[in-house]
């Protein structure tokens, strides 16, 4: 059997590759990218602990299911406002954003 | 079977939500010219889930197995929620009819956003608490993008999107880690596990970090701060008022009710970041500010220095007495901080043309002489900023203050009285163009923002005289709190 | 080394070398499609966890609805970003260095947890997990309260969505 340490040790890094990829790209989509990343990560540890420590009681894997609503909610609305930024000025970079300077 | 006391506990929310439906629905039909009404409703929406609230005063209880807790604590933060939201509704009326975006949406989202803080105040098992947390935030960014297609609006909604999804994905890790550590997520499961001894010292540890790290972007300190000046400078204005005060609020709370009850154990490593945290955000927020000559981004940078005097009283959290006290002096600083808050941003919304991303300094020149009232207004709610006697932000400096000494913070404190001495520079310059430059202000149509004003400064002025009855109640309603 | 090990790590590889492609590619689209096959990765590591369900969620919600929608933007905001220009923030070596650093230290700190070497239990056969699943989520001593909060986060969601998709210039 797999055991639990492999598990994890996976989930880590994806999640780090995800923070990664949401700190350093430039592009707003694909910091949107990295954070699924980030999110999928977080539902291999939640399923990982549930399976081997506590399959007795169901909130893990309750939470994975909130997780999954709540990252589509979030993803179509930040699609939205990425799109809707789009039409407007015609780039999604991140730093293009400056009209805002103190 | 759900019990009757289950929906009693969280009548305000059950009550808030169905009146957002509601509103969404009826919105429908009420005619372009006409949206006076869905104001209207929303804010009557608002008062009957505070008059909920305030009947459910002083009872405590549990509903749905432990997912939701009323006490103290909860009561008294959704009453200011509520109150936000109301001075939220009041100042959009005018200002959104003058910048041409007056639809129902508003209404519905902010209400939805006001149920997400409240049961963030009241959640009890980190299921709800992060679900409460999207809750409130995915409204909000839409509210920041209100008007768009506006430029500087998108972008503050943008900003605000990409840095609240990545914090709410590392306060989820923070969750799975706490979760790994003790198989529950409701606290009183948590809770019982760690003095079992059967949860991992070291997981835990690792998920508190990830949750600060997580709540750290919500209320907004240094170094998770980078949003909070584009974002309140790029939303419509009642938004950004609402934001400062609602939304950190909501951080807080999730935050202190969090750490004391699942982490006193981590306490002597919590406290050295927290001290940094505070600190940082002191001193980074009141420099910075001074460099302003936009008033959003001003009472930004100034939001972001309030989060750090509030943190400071909460350092010492893992000894139990300074904690209640902790806990009370936040309570009482959110309020004064809430009262100069919107104060301060209703003189602005009062003055601020259509199509604008603020004020400059400069515009606030000749007020004090032109409009004496919103002058008044404006010199209250900045000394009660600074924090000078006879206005709750004293008050409230001084009880954040005095716990912090309690709990032998004095490093701290002495970093948190010469900032405000700093901080006296920017905000007195306000003061200085509005009484002692010459200018014409213009007060724009409409008259809510101007009475939004005079009763938060009159608020300031008059409860100043009785802050003892005041933090004895915040103190005795977070009695039981634990 | 079983049967079951070797998909894993095969998998596992496959996986996190699709999560690298996502977050270093410079073309838009070749990123996304790296970034369905990570979540394929994800969704066989689920059913190797003895989660079928959550599996078969995750194609459905993660590939059929997110990834999709994230092709979409990625075709409709087209042309945005030249790929011959690095789509990485100055900073991004400091950016790696850190998370490569935060990575072991959190392997490390694991390594000393005795519960990071345990091995799966088995599932009483005799339960139905999705079916208590299901009845956890309706049941108010369950997480009635939750789902129901989702549900009105999802109805919030899809008023934003579509306040933010409305053409207000025509209406």
């Known amino acids: 059997m797999i055991p639990l340490s492999w598990i994890l040790a996976f989930s880590l890094a994806l999640f780090f590759i995800g923070l990664f990829g949401a700190i350093a790209r430039k592009n707003a989509i694909s910091i949107l990218m990295g954070i699924e990343l980030m999110l999928n990560a977080v539902n291999i540890n939640l399923l990982a602990f549930w399976r081997y420590l506590y399959s007795a009681h169901m909130n893990g894997l309750v939470f994975i299911a909130v997780v999954f609503a709540v990252a589509a909610a979030e993803t179509a609305v930040g699609l939205a406002l990425i799109i809707s930024a789009y039409r407007n000025r015609r780039t999604i970079t991140a730093g293009d954003f400056d009209s805002l300077k103190g | ?6 929906f009693l506990l969280i009548l305000p929310e059950v009550v808030l939500l169905i009146w957002a439906l509601l509103i969404l629905l009826i919105d429908l039909w009420i005619p372009d010219t006409k949206k006076y009404y869905t104001a209207v409703l929303s804010a009557a929406g608002l008062v009957i889930s505070a008059g909920c609230a305030f009947a459910l005063l002083g009872r405590t209880g549990s509903a749905f197995s432990n997912m939701v807790v009323l006490d103290g604590f909860s009561s008294v933060l959704s009453i200011l929620f509520l109150l936000s939201g109301l001075a939220a509704v009041a100042l959009a009326y005018d200002y959104l009819k003058r910048n041409a975006a007056q639809r129902g949406e508003y209404y519905t989202l902010l209400l939805f956003s006001i149920a997400g803080m409240m049961l963030m105040a009241s959640a009890n098992d980190l299921i709800m608490v992060f679900l409460s947390l999207e809750l409130l935030s995915i409204p909000l960014y839409i509210l920041a993008g209100f008007f768009r297609p506006r430029l500087a609006s998108e972008e503050a909604a943008l900003k605000y999107f990409l840095l609240g999804a990545f914090s709410s994905a590392i306060l989820l890790f923070g969750i799975a880690w706490i979760y790994g550590s003790t198989g529950h997520t409701d606290f009183p499961g948590i809770v019982a596990s760690i003095d079992g001894g059967r949860a991992n010292y070291l997981l835990l540890l690792i998920g508190a970090g990830l949750l600060l790290v997580g709540f ?10 980078m949003w909070v000046p584009d974002t309140y400078q790029g939303s419509p204005s009642s938004i950004g008022a609402f934001m400062t005060v609602a939304t950190k609020a909501a951080g807080f709370a999730a935050l202190l009710r969090v750490f004391l009850v699942l982490f006193p154990a981590e306490a002597p490593i919590m406290a050295g970041i927290l001290w940094g945290l505070s600190a940082a955000s002191m001193i980074f927020g009141n420099t910075v500010a001074i460099a302003q000559m936009n008033m959003k981004r001003l009472l930004a940078y100034s939001s972001i220095a309030n989060a750090g005097y509030i943190l400071m009283a909460f350092v010492p959290y893992g000894n139990p007495v300074i904690a209640q006290e902790a806990v009370s002096s936040a309570l009482f600083y959110l309020l004064a901080y809430a009262l100069t808050s919107f104060g301060a941003w209703a003189v602005m919304i009062a003055l601020e043309p259509a199509e604008s991303d603020g004020l400059l300094l400069q515009d606030f020149s000749g007020l004090g002489r032109k409009y004496p009232w919103l002058g008044a207004a404006l010199l209250i709610s900045m000394l009660s900023f600074i924090g000078v006697p006879l206005t709750m932000g004293f008050w409230g400096k001084f009880y954040l203050f005095k716990t912090a000494v309690d709990g032998s913070q004095i490093p701290l404190v002495l970093i948190g009285l010469l900032t405000s001495l700093v901080s006296a520079y920017y905000y007195l310059r306000i003061v200085m163009f509005a009484y002692f430059k010459p200018g014409e202000p213009q007060i724009q149509p409409g008259r809510w923002a101007s009475v939004v004003a005079v009763i938060c400064a009159a ?3 008059v409860l100043s005289f009785i802050p003892t009855p005041v933090f004895q109640f915040a103190a005795q309603m977070i009695m039981g709190m634990k | 080394m079983t049967a079951v090990q070797i998909v894993f790590l095969a998998v596992a590889a496959l996986t996190l070398a699709a999560a ?19 979540l394929v990765g994800v ?41 011959e220009h690095s789509q990485m923030n100055p900073g991004f070596l400091y950016a790696a260095l850190g998370s490569a650093l935060l990575f072991s230290s959190l392997v490390f700190i694991l390594s000393m947890w005795v519960g990071f070497y345990a091995i799966p239990v088995n599932l009483d056969p005799s339960v139905d997990t999705i079916t208590v699943l299901g009845l956890s989520l309706t049941d108010p001593q369950g997480f009635a309260l939750p789902f129901e909060i989702v549900s009105v986060l999802l109805l919030a969601a899809l008023i934003g969505g579509i306040y933010i998709a409305r053409d207000h210039h025509r209406d």
Do not use: C, E, W
């Open chain 2, 216 to 225: 750290g972007f919500k209320i907004g300190v240094f170094p998770f701060h």
């Open chain 3, 43 to 83: 969704a066989v590591i689920f059913a190797l966890l003895g989660s079928g369900f959550f599996a078969v969620s995750q194609v459905v919600v993660y590939i059929g609805a997110i990834a999709i929608l994230i092709i979409f933007a990625v075709m409709l905001t087209q042309n945005s970003m030249s790929p």
């Open chain 2, 1 to 6: 079977m759900p019990t009757v006391n289950d």
């Open chain 2, 459 to 461: 608020g300031i002025f």
């Open chain 3, 20 to 38: 690298v492609m996502v977050v270093s590619l410079r073309r838009m689209m070749q990123s996304a499609l790296a970034l369905i096959l990570a």
